[in-house]
Nanobody
Framework: QVQLVESGGGLVQAGGSLRLSCVAS????????MGWFRQAPGKEREFVAA????????YYEDFVKGRFTISRDNAKDTVYLQMNSLKPEDTAVYYC???????????????????WGPGTQVTVSS
């Protein structure tokens, strides 16, 4: 079992930036593929970005390409989501997730992940 805790959310104006962090409770973090998802009110949870166990490969949903960057620091058991050029439609609760079965992959479906954090709210004002 691993616990994930997100931080870094908040209120920002359109065009601004935020960096989300997700810290894992176990040293086995470096063996997991990691992902970020988001969920807006009344909508389903959707994929944002994913990264392999060693950071060698990343994958992004089209609506964040060129604006968001996922990265990880295995020495700190932390995965990051740098969000630039934020838009009001980026407003959502952002979740990090860990996939323990396919560390070499960049999963994009919720069912592929084993562990989830409680989420952090990101609000972008226009």
């Amino acid at each position: 079992q691993v616990q994930l805790v997100e931080s870094g959310g908040g209120l920002v104006q359109a065009g601004g930036s935020l960096r989300l962090s997700c810290v894992a409770s176990r040293r086995t973090f470096s063996t997991y593929a990691m992902g970020w998802f988001r969920q807006a009110p009344g909508k389903e949870r959707e994929f944002v970005a994913a990264i392999t166990w060693n950071g060698g490969s990343t994958y992004y949903e089209d609506f964040v390409k060129g604006r968001f960057t996922i990265s990880r620091d295995n020495a700190k058991d932390t995965v990051y989501l740098q969000m630039n050029s934020l838009k009001p439609e980026d407003t959502a609760v952002y979740y990090c997730a860990a996939d323990q079965d396919r560390p070499w992959a960049t999963p994009s479906f919720t069912y592929e992940y084993d562990y989830w954090g409680p989420g952090t709210q990101v609000t972008v004002s226009s």
